[in-house]
């Protein structure tokens, strides 16, 4: 059966996100997962992130985020922020904040980055152009059903300190989505109690 914006809403209602121990990070971030109802159940907004020098994910596959900022109000308020910078999405005019995911440590390059991400689920209520700045390569919907089902399941393979690691993945109409993406995504299909 296909993931439709209403099971989501539904499994999101009763999720309690867990919350990182602040001592653990020096910075913060948000991230916007949104979905749409698509032709086969729900689907993902990802972008993939330009390629810049010194951007530990730099050409990722990513939802559209970034740090807090001092003048947002809160960390749901840079998830907003950040995702009508990037893909010119006004999520308060156009969007329901459906919940909130587990908050996740970042790693770059294998290492602890400093920072703790905050995912906020929410679902597109009326279509709309997107339209991206420097710092997004491309915008990608992607069905979540497929995903779910591991029809796109992968791997990546990853070299750090001379050892090679195959890590989980999965492959959107080309495009590779993993590491934090994956893991937020990968938690939010547990919420839904699809195997990932």
């Known amino acids: 059966m296909p993931i439709d914006l209403e099971r989501v809403r539904s499994a999101l209602a009763s999720h309690r996100a867990l919350s990182v121990d602040a001592a ?5 971030a948000a991230v916007a997962a949104v979905l749409r109802d698509g032709d086969s159940g729900a689907e993902v907004l990802l972008i993939r992130r330009a390629a810049r020098h010194g951007d530990p994910w730099s050409g990722h596959m990513a939802f559209p985020g970034g740090r807090q900022q001092p003048d947002d109000r809160d960390i749901l308020s840079t998830a907003m922020r950040e995702t009508l910078e990037e893909v010119g ?4 005019a156009r969007g329901t904040l459906l919940g909130r995911l587990d908050e996740i440590q970042a790693i770059a390059r294998g290492r602890p980055a400093g920072l703790t991400v905050s995912p906020f689920v929410f679902a597109l209520e009326s279509p709309t152009s997107l339209v991206t700045n420097a710092e997004v ?3 990608v919907w992607a069905p979540l059903t497929p995903i779910a089902r591991g029809e796109r399941s992968t791997t990546i393979p990853y070299e750090l300190d001379g050892r090679r690691y195959d890590l989980p993945a999965w492959d959107v109409q080309g ?11 990968e938690t939010l299909l547990e919420v839904l109690g699809a195997p990932a």
């Open 24 to 28: 653990q990070s020096t910075a913060r």
């Open 89 to 92: 999405l006004d999520l308060s």
């Open 137 to 139: 390569e491309e915008v």
């Open 175 to 185: 495009r590779i989505v993993w590491g934090l993406t994956y893991r937020m995504l």
